[in-house]
């Protein structure tokens, strides 16, 4: 009922499960990984690819942002590493 109130609610949830299939893909490859720590490593990084894709960033320009600017951080807070943070928005669309 609410789809009738609501002009811009969705009728299926077809976008959802669809923004969830490679992290499901990626459990099933998981399932074959040699240690528990190579497979926390893969689904880590799947989860910082698919936080970009939603933000509307490209992934590798993010990853590469991250891993070039993290492990020189000083006082900087974590916050500005964020995707949605306006300067990693500006340096990784």
């Given at each position: 009922?609410?789809?009738l109130k609501?002009?811009?609610?969705?009728?299926?949830?077809?976008?959802?499960?669809?923004g969830?299939?490679?992290?499901?893909?990626?459990?099933?490859?998981?399932?074959?990984?040699?240690?528990?720590?190579?497979?926390?490593?893969?689904?880590?990084?799947l989860?910082?690819?698919?936080t970009?894709?939603s933000?509307?960033?490209?992934?590798r320009?993010?990853?590469?942002?991250l891993?070039?600017?993290?492990?020189?951080?000083?006082?900087t807070p974590?916050?500005?590493?964020?995707?949605w943070?306006?300067?990693?928005?500006?340096?990784?669309?």
């Open positions: 009922m609410n789809v609501d002009g811009r609610l969705v009728l299926s949830n077809n976008l959802a499960e669809r969830i299939k490679s992290l499901v893909m990626g459990r099933k490859n998981l399932l074959f990984s040699k240690s528990f720590e190579g497979a926390h490593a893969v689904a880590t990084i989860s910082l690819v698919e970009a894709k933000n509307g960033l490209h992934p320009k993010y990853l590469d942002y891993l070039t600017y993290l492990p020189n951080r000083q006082n974590l916050e500005a590493y964020l995707p943070n306006p300067k990693v928005q500006v340096e990784c669309r």
